[in-house]
C-alpha cells in the first residue's frame, strides 16, 4: 500500500465522522422540536463509531507502511474507547436530563451507539498485531500461534467486550420494550438492533484473533459470516415487521433505522467474509468485496432520498431520513476498512 492510498483510507472515516458532526449539529440548530432534537442528537453521536472505524484503519495502515510504533499500539485504541466511553456517559445524561419523550428516547440510541463505538475500538485493539495473520498461515494449522500473537487471556479480554456490550444492550431494551409506551417502544427498538451489530462485532474480532492466534478453524469459515449474516437479516425483518404490523406513526422511524442498522451489519459481513475466504487459501475476486460497503452506503442514501420526499407531507419520516444519512455515512467508513483489510491480506 503506497502512502497516498494509505492516506486516503485513514481520511475517510474523518471525512464521514465530519459529516455526522456537522449534520447532527446542523439538525440541532433547526426547529426545537422532539423530531429535531432526536435526529440531531444521534447523528452527533455516530460520530464516535466513525472515530473508532478510524482507529482501526491507522491501526491496521500503519503496520502495513512500517510506521507503527509503540505509542500508537496504545494511544489509537484507547482513544477509541475514550470516544466510546463518551458517547455512552452522554447518553446516560441525555436519557436522565429532563423526563421527556425525546431525551429518553436520543439518551438510549445514544448509549447503544457508545457500546457499538466499544466493539469497533475492540477491533482496533485485535488489530494492533494484525500483521501477525500472514506468520500464523505459514504455520501448521491449530499448530500454535506465532511470537509475539496475543495470549490466550489477552483474546478472551478482546472477545468479552463485544459480548458484554451485546448483552448490556439487549437487556436495556428489553427494560424500555416492556414500559409499553411509546419511547420505551422506539428506543428499545432501535436499541435492539444496536445490540444486534454488537452481535455481529463479536464475529470480528474473533476472526481476527483466531487468526493471529492460528487457531482459525475450518468451522469458522462459514460459521462467523453466518452469524453476521443472520444479524443483518435479524435487523431488516425486525424493521420490516415495526413497519407493516401497524398503521402507528410512531412506527416509522424504528423500522426504517432497523432496516439501516441492518444494511451496517451487512457491510460488516464484508470485513468477517473476506477473513475466511483468504485464510490459507487464495480467492481470486478478494478486490471485489469492498464493493459490499458501497452498495449498503448507497442503498441507504437513497433509502433517506425517499424518506426525505415523504417527510414533506409528514413529518413522522423526518427522523429516520436524516438517521438514515448518518448510518449511510458509518456504511461508506466500511468501505475504508475492507479495503484495507484486502490489501492487508493480500500482501
Known sequence: MNRTISVIFRAIP??????????????????????????????VGLTAICYALFT?????????????????RIILPLSGYVAAAAAIIWGIVLANRDNTAENLT???????????????????AASTKFTLIQSAQLLEPQGGPPEGAHSRAAGAVLLAVPVA?????????????????TPGFVAGHVLTGLSVICTSLIALVASIVRQVRNEFSEGERSAWPWL?????????????????????????????????????????????????????????????????????????????????????????????????????????TLFSIVSILEAGTSE
Open 14 to 43: 474523518l471525512l464521514m465522522g465530519a459529516v455526522c458532526l456537522s449534520f447532527g449539529l446542523y439538525i440541532l440548530a433547526g426547529r426545537n422540536d422532539a423530531s429535531h432534537f432526536v435526529a440531531g442528537h444521534v447523528n
Open 228 to 332: 453476521v449474516g443472520a444479524a443483518g437479516t435479524v435487523n431488516v425483518l425486525l424493521g420490516l415487521f415495526v413497519l407493516f404490523s401497524s398503521h402507528e406513526p410512531y412506527r416509522l422511524a424504528p423500522g426504517c433505522v432497523l432496516i439501516g442498522l441492518g444494511l451496517i451489519c451487512f457491510s460488516i459481513l464484508s470485513k468477517v467474509l473476506l477473513l475466511a475466504l483468504v485464510w490459507r487459501r487464495t480467492f481470486a475476486l478478494a478486490n471485489r468485496i469492498p464493493l459490499m460497503p458501497i452498495g449498503t452506503a448507497l442503498t441507504c442514501l437513497f433509502f433517506a432520498a425517499f424518506l426525505f420526499e415523504a417527510a414533506g407531507s409528514d413529518p413522522a419520516f423526518f427522523v429516520p431520513a436524516h438517521v438514515l444519512v448518518g448510518l449511510g455515512a458509518v456504511c461508506f
Open 56 to 72: 482501526t484503519a491507522a491501526t491496521i495502515i500503519r503496520q502495513l507502511i512500517d510506521r507503527y510504533g509503540r505509542v500508537w
Open 165 to 181: 456490550a451485546a448483552v448490556v444492550g439487549f437487556s436495556l431494551a428489553t427494560g424500555l420494550l416492556v414500559r409499553g409506551d
Open 106 to 124: 436520543a439518551g438510549f440510541v445514544v448509549i447503544g451507539i457508545g457500546f457499538v463505538a466499544a466493539c469497533v475500538s475492540t477491533v482496533a
